[in-house]
């Protein structure tokens, strides 16, 4: 009986617990019914009283008050940026010919026309090699401006700028590190080879002024496809018509033209000067440091910008001993992309007119 007992009373404290679990749920529900249709309620009061026209003005004023803050603030960045000569690259695009303006003034020319003396330069260029070494070339034509150009075959062509840019008088002075041709291994458009090496050397400034002239510079001969290039390329190849400022040198018009066209368009405005400043690394032991920049009509007074601000930087490679340079390119201070753009130049011909293996075969 005890245990008839004890088990009624088990059941009954049981039966009791269950019941008092069920008011517990029907209160809940009760209570989050009565929730639920207040906040109903007030909903549908708030759209009863709720005043569009307020609303709106008020998001119109956030809008319009917001666009003309971000519109004054990015004028202020643009006066300011007017002012401290950033659109002509001030303060952050290197002036390599400044230690030359005060000991030699600001003009500088190849030769004068009147005498035909060698101008600013230790000695005239080869005028007779240039008139040997066009026969050497195929299919001349002449382009804007009565400048004449030919075709070479790729094994040719750096032996025949070798030579006709080795003036006496003028090589020898040029660091040896910066004289041969050069293969711009990446650059996005069909310049080729360059060669620096006719130009006049400042010993004490160390600066070198290398004028345009011919058999400087080679250009593709046949139709080219530029590589991609991270950053300015690729997933954003459909938006070049609206970056032009942004990737000058990763546009169809480079990517998909031909070398003569690139050699119209380079030489058929003003007269050039590439000018070099070393910094360090002229010893055969140290890593050459230098910045270069363009300079327009033979004047070296300042750096003049075609397009948004570009600062150049020629950078030995560790470990390839003179003859492999980062050429780097570093658009507005280097806040547009790429960061930084730029490619490789390999010494393919040497100083003493050898080839630089495996970079000529490559």
């Avoid at 950053?231 to 190849?237: I, Q, S």
Wanted: proline share 5%.
């Amino acid at each position: 009986m005890v245990a008839g007992d004890g088990g009624r009373e088990a059941k009954v404290e049981s039966s009791s617990l269950l019941v008092e679990d069920s008011k517990s749920t029907l209160v809940q529900a009760e209570d989050t019914q009565s929730t639920t249709q207040k906040l109903t309620e007030d909903v549908k009061v708030y759209f009863k009283t709720f005043d569009r026209y307020k609303a709106g003005r008020c998001t119109h004023n956030i809008c319009v008050y917001g666009c003309c803050a971000l519109m004054l603030w990015v004028v202020c960045c643009l006066v300011y940026a007017f002012f401290m000569g950033y659109f002509s690259g001030s303060g952050c695009v290197m002036h390599p010919a400044e230690p030359l303006l005060e000991k030699h003034g600001k003009r500088f020319e190849i030769k004068h026309a009147e005498d035909g003396k060698s101008g600013n330069m230790s000695a005239e260029p080869k005028f007779h090699l240039w008139h040997t070494y066009k026969e050497e070339l195929h299919d001349h034509f002449e382009i804007w401006g009565g400048r004449k150009f030919g075709y070479a075959h790729a094994r040719d062509a750096p032996h025949l700028m070798f030579e006709a840019t080795r003036v006496k008088g003028v090589f020898e002075k040029v660091p040896w590190k910066l004289r041969g041709v050069f293969w711009m291994d990446g650059l996005n458009n069909p310049e080729v080879l360059a060669t620096w090496q006719y130009g006049q050397w400042y010993d004490e400034e160390g600066v070198l002024v290398t004028p345009k002239s011919p058999w400087y510079w080679g250009y593709w001969g046949g139709e080219f496809r530029g590589p991609a290039k991270s950053g300015c390329g690729g997933w954003l190849e459909k938006y070049y018509s609206i970056l032009w400022g942004l990737c000058p040198l990763q546009t169809p018009e480079y990517e998909r033209s031909s070398g003569r066209q690139i050699a119209d368009w380079y030489t058929s405005g003003q007269e050039e000067m590439w000018v070099f400043k070393v910094h360090s690394g002229l010893s055969s032991w140290g890593l050459l440091q230098a910045h270069l920049q363009l300079y327009y009509d033979g004047d070296l007074s300042k750096v003049e910008s075609t397009g948004i601000p570009a600062d150049y930087t020629f950078t030995e490679i560790p470990g390839s001993f003179g003859t492999k340079f980062m050429r780097g390119v570093y658009f507005a201070c280097g806040t547009l992309p790429p960061w930084p753009w730029g490619y490789t130049a390999k010494k393919i011909i040497d100083e003493d007119g050898e080839k630089v293996q495996p970079y000529f075969d490559e």
